[in-house]
């Protein structure tokens, strides 16, 4: 499984961004994806998980109701849609991915990771 993040750039508090992952699964492997953020100086943290079935999508508490997890129908891109974005937004963005049963919110079983998109909140 391969992945491509993309989509961040700079915002001014209370602004949108769009984030895409794009999804490469040989032999059409189911995955569950998750989306983390790694602000300077602190811990990658989970943001937002959506799981192979598309039900029990999951948030952190900081995101909720601003933020929304969604995917394709041909389920090869994921989407992190970012509303009312704050400056404690500002992050490097990743998805990531697992293949098994592990628990979806725990970040230690995503073995699959693309590459970061900045997202810059700053007025």
């Known amino acids: 499984v391969q992945l491509q993040a993309s989509g961040g750039g700079s915002v001014q508090p209370g602004g949108s961004l769009r984030l895409s992952c794009a999804v490469s699964?040989?032999?059409?492997?189911?995955?569950?994806l998750g989306w983390f953020r790694q602000a300077p100086g602190k811990e990658r943290e989970l943001v937002a998980v959506?799981?192979?079935?598309?039900?029990?999508?999951q948030y952190a508490e900081s995101v909720k109701g601003r933020f929304t997890v969604s995917r394709n129908s041909a389920k090869d891109t994921v989407w992190l849609q970012m509303y009312d974005l704050k400056p404690e937004d500002t992050a490097v963005y990743y998805c990531?991915?697992?293949?098994?049963?592990?628990?979806?919110?725990?970040?230690?079983?995503?073995?699959?990771w693309g590459q970061g998109t900045q997202v810059t909140v700053s007025s």
């Open positions: 959506l799981p192979w079935r598309g039900d029990r999508k």
């Open positions: 990531a991915a697992k293949t098994d049963s592990a628990p979806v919110n725990r970040m230690s079983n995503y073995v699959y």
């Open positions: 699964r040989p032999g059409f492997t189911a995955y569950d």
